[in-house]
């Protein structure tokens, strides 16, 4: 059962009648009683009670017996009166008989047709079942005198029937001792119900909740639900219903069953997965006044005792869901929003996202983090109401909400408060300092969250942003419903939010976190690094990583190239990797930016500064080098005058610049040509001098070191590549008169 009551009863009238039947329309109550009398009263309604006025009511006595039903005709003011097994129609206002429908006390059954279709074409139309077993028809003249004539009287029943109902072509019936079946209104055929054929039932009961759907009472007290039109079994939660019911009535959204001493209230709409019971009212608990009767009517609901009338107030859905929210049950609110609120509401939208926001406060209220980060996704939310319970995340000069004369809410208060709540989580209870800890982690989530949501969906970052807020549940309810909250552009918001995640995930030591946010192309809170560095340099146990990408992004290059140079003195060789990568990247990528106004070296010197801390440690990075930084800023000519004065002649980097330089870069200019050319012949010349001899060989090749040979076809490759710029002249020179044979007729032929 729902947490909260659907409906309050109030007793609308109390006299000596001995109530029997009842039906409301438009402000008139039709009571009839034991003695065969009909009463109209007026129904006064006000903000607080409806209350029927006995004063002056006009009446009049139909017949000797009780009168077992009234159906008022709303479109002509007319009521169908059953007395004693008779019907008659009367006149909605001075109550005297129009017509006899039947008066020879064989009105076994009358019904009339709910189809609204059929309401809007003839006004109504009226099935009779009498004694005799015949099934007459009559249809409602509009005109004339605006009675009922039959339209057919041929149809008759060879089993009794205990309760019919009738719907468009569908003519429900219940037969005693058995089960349902279906009459065709067109062809007057029966058919049987699936599911309830051969049923040997000891109580039926028939009630059309709507045009999709008819309850069909079955085996173990049970409502079972079938479609009013096709008669096809629903898939939808049925209803177990209690002993002793006098009575059924829809008021949407709900069904309401009276039974001899309560009032059951079940969910009209179909929630898959709940029960459909929301509320049980006790109305007489010592059995001394049971019900009697109870109205039919689409907008108000009467039920009677033998001398009483009570009125079943229904409590507004808003009311509904604040107490829901108020005791933390959050899935019941959510259901009587979705009761009452129809997809074709136009502000259904704004009506969801309010439900929400209030929703998200309470699990945030009773520390159900998971909870309440789940229903702020995809929210237009305000980021400064959560962030606001985390002042100490919060830039110094940012203020968001005007507080005066009260405590300041923070989230410690918040679990503190907790603890009174039955529904807050227990663990949190029991220890507040880890539900401080979730608090934070739930926070840095929504932070990024809110960070998506702002790039994803405003471009103009000079825009002010509005926010669902909650009025009712959040923390800060009362500075916003006296407007004391301090708005902030987009821009302004991205700088307070990636000032806060940088916060929380050093607070928390997230590295993993924080090294992914670092890795952000831009951060909006560049203007706070004093401030932020102080909260950095406080955890010296923070790793080179986090300290690199933290000066990297905030433009402070030397900085972040200082903290990887002190991790080259790391023992593990997997960070010292990861150090010379870091730097290399640096160098390479904001070539440009690594000079400041304090640095007293040019930015060639600092740059080849660095690159021999890193070559130091692992020359197998300055292939990167060479291959990612900027010619234009660093000329291949200042790297190679670099490599010449620093490493000599023979290194074998010059190699590798070389290569990258002709082979990769494609540079066309000459000089590196021939240098890469002289350092294969240097190596060469190196592994085996000029002036010794071949020695033998093996299979048509000369027998040489393969280093040697390694060079050797590295060499004549190059040499005979028609894409090298090299002076052949240069080569040579340098092989002439060598072992170098084939290569020198080569060049010979080159040069002509």
Known sequence: MLSTQVFQTT???????????????????YVGDENGYIYKYSVKSDQQNVTVDPKNAPNAKIGKGKVLGIKHLQYVNQILVLVDKQLYLLDGETLLKIQDIITTKDCEIATIDEDPQIAQ??????????????????????????????????????????????????????????????????????RDIEGFKDLALQKQMIKIISEEETLLLGQNDTFISINSTTCERLNRMPISVPPRITGISVLHPYIVLLSDSKLYFYNKIDMKGRQRLLQELVFDPTGN????????????????????????????????????????????????????????????????????????WIYFRDLKFTQCEETLKELNYDIKEFLGLFFHYVPTNKTFFEIKGKTFPTVS???????????????????????????????????????????????????????????????????????????????????????????????????????????????????HFKELESYLLEDPKLSEVVQGKFYEQFGKYKDALEVWSKALSQPEKHKTDRACEEIIRILTTYTLQLKDSKDTKDTKTLIFDYFSKVLSKNPLFAKTFFLNIDDKLIPPSSIETYLNNKLGEGSNLKEVFYEVMVNEKKNEDERFHTGLALHYIKCIFDLRSRDQPPTGTTKGQKNYDPKLNEYLKKFGNFIRDPTTRYMPENILYEIKDSWLVDEEIFLYGKIK
């Not at 108000?300 to 033998?306: G, P």
């Not at 507004?316 to 074709?344: H, R, T, W």
């Open 413 to 527: 208060l918040i679990v503190e408060e907790a603890k009174k709540r039955p529904n807050a989580e227990s663990d949190y209870k029991k220890d507040p300092n880890k539900a401080v800890r979730v608090a934070r982690e739930f926070l840095g989530r929504i932070l990024d969250n809110r960070r998506k949501y702002l790039l994803e969906n405003y471009k103009n970052l000079k825009e002010y942003p509005t926010f669902v807020t909650s009025e009712a549940h959040s923390p800060f309810k009362d500075e916003i419903k006296a407007g004391k909250v301090n708005n902030f552009t987009v821009e302004e918001l991205l700088e307070i939010i990636d000032y806060a995640i940088i916060r929380v995930h050093l607070d928390l030591s997230k590295e993993d976190q924080l090294i992914a946010f670092l890795s952000n192309k831009k951060l909006y809170c560049r203007d």
């Open 11 to 29: 007793t609308a009238y109390e006299g000596n009648l001995k109530i029997t039947a009842m039906d409301y329309c438009d402000y008139k109550l």
């Open 289 to 360: 006044n049971p019900s009697r009767s109870m109205t039919l009517t689409p907008d108000k609901i009467f039920f009677s005792t033998a001398n009483k009338i009570i009125y079943l107030k229904p409590v507004p859905y808003d009311q509904q869901i604040s107490k829901c929210l108020f005791e933390g049950k959050i899935e019941d609110a959510m259901m009587i929003f979705d009761q009452n609120v129809s997809e074709d509401d136009i502000d259904r939208q704004k009506k969801l996202e309010t439900l929400k926001i209030d929703s998200a």
């Open 121 to 190: 074409r003839c006004i109504a139309r009226l099935l009779v079942y009498k004694s005799d077993g015949k099934v007459v028809f009559f249809e409602h003249e509009q005109y004339e005198k605006g009675q009922f004539k039959i339209i057919s009287d041929n149809t008759k029943l060879i089993l009794k029937p205990i309760s019919m109902a009738w719907f468009g072509k569908n003519i429900f019936i219940a037969w005693e001792r058995r089960s349902y079946q279906v009459m065709d209104f067109d062809t007057k055929k029966l």
